[in-house]
């Protein structure tokens, strides 16, 4: 795979009527812009090419999904009027972009040394990115928009499904709603979760379609708890972070599993 490859693989596939594709060919950039807004997001080809040296188609349908996600909702008013009951926080990995296209910054908390939080309208099948510009045109203040985000989270289903695997326990959350790897912002469900653990309680969220919680009895589950979080990581469209973290009353730590010899290093938050 190269960029030339890659180029004529993406305007094929994103390939839609009043849409065009720039490509800029010192700094080997595409651009995919929509005719009628003249808006578009622009994508740096050779950090493409690596990725999908590492994994494979997988690497392209990440970018497709990134890029028909942001043309989706660009060049479309949107308001936080009404619709209170639609807004989320959503996890994202600390390499997310912090802001639009046009140098607008997304409001952004910090979460944990791997992970921040964004904040969501939901639109139904996709949402919009809550920006600083939304926010001073609606009249929202941040700790408006983080409690209604926070109420509307705790109002989600937390069903979980259970495996065991070596001797320690893993529990699922996958309800595809795009917000699963937000429930690591439930206090209330990760408390709850805490109570049947026996274990070491694990926490992950390797992509946004995906909570893990880990009940590890022993050290062999350190290395399935690695293994897994890694496949999750690369299959994912929105991979946040293939690290776990332990959760210990109230808080979570993020540790580097080394698989070789089992051991466990808890990283600096």
């Known amino acids: 795979m190269d960029s030339k490859k890659l180029r004529r693989i993406l305007e094929e596939r994103l390939q839609q009527e009043n849409r065009s594709f720039l490509f800029d060919r010192e700094k080997d950039e595409l651009r995919i812009e929509n005719e009628e807004s003249g808006k578009g997001i622009t994508v740096s080809l050779p950090g493409i090419v690596a990725k999908w040296h590492e994994k494979k188609e997988k690497a392209i349908d990440e970018v497709i999904y990134y890029v028909e996600e942001a043309l989706a909702v660009m060049g479309t008013d949107h308001s936080l009027s009404d619709q209170e009951k639609n807004i989320f926080p959503v996890i994202r990995s600390t390499s997310f972009p912090k802001e639009v296209e046009e140098g607008v910054p997304f409001f952004i908390d910090?979460?944990?040394?791997?992970?921040?939080?964004?904040?969501?309208?939901?639109?139904?099948?996709t949402y919009r990115l809550i920006d600083e510009r939304l926010m001073k045109k609606e009249g929202w203040t941040k700790e408006r928009l983080r409690e209604m985000a926070r109420f509307n989270l705790r109002s989600l289903p937390t069903n979980v499904k259970r495996d065991e695997v070596a001797g320690s326990i893993f529990y699922f959350l996958n309800t595809n709603d795009g917000y699963d790897a937000s429930r690591i912002l439930n206090d209330k469900f990760l408390?709850?979760?805490?109570?049947?653990?026996q274990g070491e309680m694990t926490v992950s969220v390797p992509h946004g379609d995906v909570l893990i919680i880990g009940d590890i009895r022993n050290e062999t589950g350190y290395d399935v708890l690695a293994q897994m979080t890694m496949s999750f990581f690369t299959g994912g469209h929105v991979p946040i972070t293939a690290l776990s973290f332990i959760y210990e009353e109230g808080t979570l730590e993020p540790i580097f599993i080394m698989a070789k010899n089992r051991a466990v290093e808890r990283e600096n938050k």
């Open 191 to 197: 408390k709850e979760m805490a109570g049947q653990v």
């Open 110 to 125: 910090e979460h944990t040394a791997e992970t921040n939080i964004y904040y969501a309208l939901d639109l139904g099948k």
